[in-house]
């Protein structure tokens, strides 16, 4: 039987959801998922690379007042750097850390 093919793009087990300059990662059905926006970007030969992306760790509860969503937020330097934070803070949140 044919393996079925996961539905998102994953980084270290958790689903990378892109719409535009926003990616999503991890999973609506946890605590907490990461929203990474994409401010700025740059040229390099024929590919257009996030430059400063916005990263913040929020809550997926729908019941919590939506100005205490926002747990965590920071600035990075590029896509990588911004995947690298999002990655540590949701293990945590998760674990129970935040």
């Known amino acids: ?4 093919q996961s539905a998102f793009f994953t980084y ?5 959801v892109r719409k ?6 991890g999973s ?3 605590d907490y998922v990461v929203m990474l926006n994409v401010q700025s970007h740059t040229k390099e030969g024929d590919l ?3 430059d400063n992306v916005t990263v913040q760790l ?5 019941t919590i007042n939506p100005m205490d969503i926002v747990v965590k937020k920071a600035e990075k ?3 990588y750097q ?3 934070i999002a990655s540590i803070w949701l293990e945590r949140a998760l674990e129970g850390g935040e």
């Open 77 to 79: 330097k590029g896509l």
């Open 48 to 50: 257009d690379l996030a």
């Open 20 to 25: 535009g300059d926003t990616i999503y990662y």
């Open 82 to 84: 911004a995947l690298d």
């Open 28 to 30: 609506m059905g946890d």
């Open 58 to 62: 929020m809550h997926t509860d729908t």
């Open 12 to 16: 270290k087990g958790k689903p990378l």
């Open 1 to 4: 039987m044919a393996e079925q």
